[in-house]
């Protein structure tokens, strides 16, 4: 079955750059109509919608984070990443990477986007 | 951007309570809205999709319905391995937000 498997560094420093890979396993990468998502959580609070990213490389990105946000995709690695850029300590958060799926019923009606895989998240604290 | 209400922000009921979670959004979203359940370090699992899908593996106990801008998760018969928070999303339009939280205690 599909796992999605965060791995990065987990200490960054103020105004330097978070990466992070997502690496995807056990089933199809580039089939099908699936995206790519990241979604963060601080401790003790909500999620939060980093943005989504096909195989072509297209990309949607939250208004929030767009102008610090970048999402790539490695189609021979099977891996997505995520960059922030000029972080400060908000970013300390756990992120994940999720797949994206969507849904037709069996009359040809369309059903929306779902998360459906979820990685066990990496936690990324910004400090000095 | 569309934003998402949930109520209550919390609460705490007994072994083999009825469970009611409501979701509004700001705007018309169809039935573009799936419910999330996320147990204390762990990631968040699919429960619902599109309003009233019931993902495969998810306990029948679990439903969700959706009348007008509101939409809401059911579980019909509580149990110990539910306390967790309970999230609504909104898959309308990008961003795709998600709405605050339901924690859910026994």
């Known amino acids: 079955q599909v796992q999605l498997q965060e791995s990065g560094p987990g200490l960054v420093k103020p105004s330097q750059t978070l990466s992070l890979t997502c690496s995807v396993s056990?089933?199809?990468?580039?089939?099908?109509?699936?995206?790519w998502s990241w979604v963060r959580q601080p401790a003790g609070k909500g999620l939060e919608w980093i943005g989504r990213?096909?195989?072509?490389?297209?990309?949607n990105y939250n208004p929030s984070l767009k102008s610090r946000v970048r999402m790539s995709v490695d189609t021979s690695k099977n891996q997505f990443s995520l960059r922030l850029t000029s972080v400060t300590a908000a970013d300390t958060a756990v992120y994940y990477c999720?797949?994206?799926?969507?849904?037709?019923?069996?009359?040809?009606?369309?059903?929306?986007?779902?998360?459906?895989?979820w990685g066990r998240g990496t936690l990324v604290t910004v400090s000095s | 951007d569309i934003q998402l209400t949930q109520s209550p922000s919390s609460l705490s009921a007994s072994v083999g309570d009825r469970v009611t979670i409501t979701c509004r959004a700001s705007?018309?979203?169809?039935?573009?809205l799936n419910w999330y359940q996320q147990k204390p370090g762990k990631a968040p699992i699919l429960l619902v999709y599109?309003?009233?899908f019931l993902q495969t593996g998810v306990p029948s106990r679990f439903s969700g319905t959706r009348s007008g801008t509101g939409f809401t998760l059911t579980i019909s018969s509580l149990q110990p391995e539910d306390v967790a928070t309970y999230y609504c999303?909104?898959?309308?339009?990008?961003?795709?937000?998600f709405g605050p939280g339901t924690t859910v205690d026994i």
């Open positions: 990213i096909y195989t072509s490389g297209s990309a």
């Open positions: 056990g089933g199809p990468f580039t089939s099908g109509s699936s995206y």
């Open positions: 599109a309003a009233s």
């Open positions: 705007q018309y979203i169809l039935t573009y």
């Open positions: 999720a797949r994206v799926n969507n849904y037709y019923d069996s009359d040809g009606a369309y059903h929306g986007w779902f998360f459906d895989l």
């Open positions: 999303q909104q898959t309308d339009t990008t961003p795709f937000n």
